[in-house]
């Protein structure tokens, strides 16, 4: 079984930029959307949901760099998390 600091390496140095571009490009674009989506709402105020758009925002950013299904698909499926969040009966 390989270590999940090796596998964090590998993939790291790896594929990585490949699939996604150079980190600081690919954050840098995440931030980016996420600043322009949040507009002038403060860290101190954002919600579980802000959470989950901005993973969206990570997958938007890897799209554009590179399309991959997998980026559609973990959009959709952060989308349905918010909608669960959003109607959350427990609140």
Not at 1 to 28: C, F, W
Not at 36 to 48: F, I, N, R, W
Not at 61 to 67: D, I, Q
Request: hydrophobic residues 30%.
């Amino acid at each position: 079984m390989k270590s999940i600091l090796l596998e964090a390496q590998s993939l790291v140095h790896g594929d990585r930029n490949s699939a996604y571009g150079n980190p600081k490009e690919d954050y840098t674009r995440t931030v980016s959307l996420f600043k322009t989506l949040m507009g002038e709402k403060k860290c101190s105020e954002m919600t579980p949901e802000d959470g989950i758009l901005f993973m969206i925002c990570v997958k938007l950013s890897r799209e554009a760099h590179l399309h991959k299904t997998d980026n559609l698909v973990d959009i959709c499926g952060y989308a349905a998390c918010k909608e669960w969040s959003h109607n959350d009966p427990d609140e």
